[in-house]
């Protein structure tokens, strides 16, 4: 199910937990999603088996769509509150607003996901099933994970007029032949296939929405002053087509597919009105002829690059460049503070990725634990306050022995949720700077991280940590045992990722610590380190 939610809906890994509640009693419903952008409620079941393959027949499909009985009004969603459902089920329809979605009459949709493949009686129930019905077995999976390319482009012909018929045509062997040139923007809206999506048939992946990117592009389209620009910051969009020729000012095309700019298209399509003449975008054509196998090989390749995020836009930043030479520097070449996706890292010690490091720095200076998921934040809004000036590399490298002692203790966390969660060592990391700025050798972690790291002995600081996350661990126990012992469910997910109760489970946490220093004073991190 996760798997799915990550490659699929396109969620971060620890976002998608998030929406999972795959256990006992689930009412046959291992996960819940919510789209803002086109109001929908999306319900998830899943059948593994550990050997992908196998038939999968319709019985589970048919039973599947009950579970949109306790959804079909607010009463009945309330009634599955109140059922024997498991806890975390009950936690997810809370968090998402389920009750208040259905009685803003979002649509509902099942969504059937299995590794097996369906059989003639599992395809028969799907064409039938209706439109908010989607079956997922491994062939579809397998296919649109790849690419989603089907076998017909849009049918008929196309002219781009070319300004002053500048063009590039490239003959290729075997009758391949190549078109680059800058198209009218206003071309492109006028592209067949737009509006019921046949046009991207071939892309390996529709319309995403309200994303950052599409928000960017629909912004330099709106822009007075930056839209002459369009071409030069969009990377414009590759089309395959049966046919094509030049003729004078015009490039014509037949039987054709966007094979990749999907985004671009929809964009100066959804805000045509606002197109300029003389925006230009660029394109190009790739003329195969019947060759269905090029197509589909020039789909693969031309959507097969690794995207783009912010940390690797960041990668060539002084900040970054500057980091990274005095790890090398500071640690004698031995411990690699990572900038780039692919960088090289034979022959170090340690490698410290920057996204990872960002997160470390969130956690424990910044202390917002709750908010490490927000990879895309750390890079953008929250970089000049992450990677400020007083950043240094004995800082992070000391983070990141706290970090894997933090680890290795949330192993023992009796909450099996909370356990294997990976926001909850951040929140760890955010109880340790509350200790350590009340200890007299921790506080100098922040306050000059170089004479902490040179004054104290590293296996001792180590082991200081170790046993500093052992003691949480007793206390974050209590604490979810006092939060479950009526009977109520510990919905680890939404407490870890709010503000409020993060606060509420330091100082009850803390509480419960300086309790037991109290009575051990030998507990205390300057005496654990030999600091006293």
């Known amino acids: 199910m996760k798997w799915f939610l990550i490659n699929y809906f396109r969620l971060d890994d620890d976002i998608a937990e998030y929406y999972i509640c795959d256990n006992k009693n689930d009412k046959g419903i291992d996960g819940i999603y919510t789209d803002d952008l086109v109001n929908a409620i999306y319900v998830f079941q899943s059948k593994y088996l550990p050997q992908a393959g196998g038939d999968q027949g319709d019985a589970d499909l048919r039973d599947f769509p009950g579970v949109k ?22 936690a997810i329809i809370d968090r998402l607003k389920i009750k208040e979605r259905i009685q803003d009459n979002w649509s509902f949709n099942l969504l059937f996901v299995t590794n097996k493949v369906f059989d003639r009686n599992g395809k028969e129930y799907l064409e039938v099933a209706g439109e908010n019905f989607e079956g997922w077995d491994l062939n579809r999976l397998f296919s649109s994970y790849t690419y989603a390319a089907k076998d017909k482009p849009v049918t008929g012909e196309f002219a781009f007029g070319i300004e002053g018929g500048q063009a590039i045509h490239h003959m290729m062997p075997h009758g391949v032949d190549v078109f680059v040139f800058a198209a009218d923007a ?25 994303t950052r990117i599409n928000r960017e592009i629909a912004k330099t389209i709106a822009s007075q002053t930056e839209q002459s620009k369009f071409m030069v910051y969009n990377n414009g969009i590759t089309l395959v087509a049966e046919k094509g ?5 015009k490039v014509i095309i037949e039987n054709y597919a966007v094979v990749n700019g999907c985004q671009t298209v929809l964009s100066l399509y959804q805000n045509k009105n606002l197109i300029k003449p003389g925006t230009k975008v660029f394109v190009k054509i790739v003329v195969t002829g019947q060759n269905e196998e090029l197509s ?10 690794n995207s783009i995020g912010q940390r690797d836009l960041k990668s060539n930043d002084k900040v970054q460049q500057d980091l990274q030479k005095q790890f090398l520097d500071y640690f004698g070449g ?42 895309t934040e750390i890079f953008t809004e929250k970089y000049n306050a992450i990677f400020s000036r007083h950043l240094s590399p004995p800082l992070i490298f000391v983070l990141d022995l706290m970090y894997d002692e933090i680890d290795i203790a949330c192993n023992e966390i009796k909450n099996s949720g909370a356990r294997d969660y990976k926001t909850t060592r ?9 200790i350590l700025d009340d200890d007299s050798a921790g506080k100098l972690l922040l306050e000059d991280a170089n004479r902490f790291y040179e004054a104290y002995d590293g296996k001792k600081v180590t082991d200081g940590f170790s046993s500093l996350a052992k003691l949480l661990v007793i206390g974050f126990d209590h604490y979810v045992y006092n939060k479950e012992k009526d009977g109520s469910w510990f919905d680890y997910k939404n407490a870890l990722r709010s503000a409020s109760q993060t606060q509420d489970m330091t100082s009850q946490i803390l509480l419960i610590y300086k309790t037991s220093l109290v009575l051990h004073p030998e507990g205390a991190f300057a005496r654990l380190i030999g600091a006293n």
């Open 334 to 375: 031995k411990v690699l503070f990572n900038i780039k996706r692919g960088e090289p890292d034979d022959g170090y010690d340690v490698i410290i990725p920057n996204d990872f490091a960002a997160q470390m720095i969130t956690a424990y200076v910044l202390c917002e634990p709750y908010s490490t998921h927000q990879k």
């Open 69 to 90: 009985a306790w959804f079909e009004n607010a009463p009945n969603v309330d009634n599955l509150a109140a059922s024997l459902a498991n806890k975390e089920l009950k």
């Open 296 to 305: 589909r090989q020039i789909t693969r390749f031309n959507n097969n690059q």
């Open 245 to 249: 020729t030049r003729t004078g000012e």
């Open 186 to 210: 206003t071309d492109i809206t006028k592209l067949d296939g737009i509006q019921n999506g046949a046009l991207f048939d071939k892309n390996v992946r529709y319309w995403l929405g309200n």
């Open 426 to 434: 951040f929140f760890f990391m955010q109880l340790f700077r509350k």
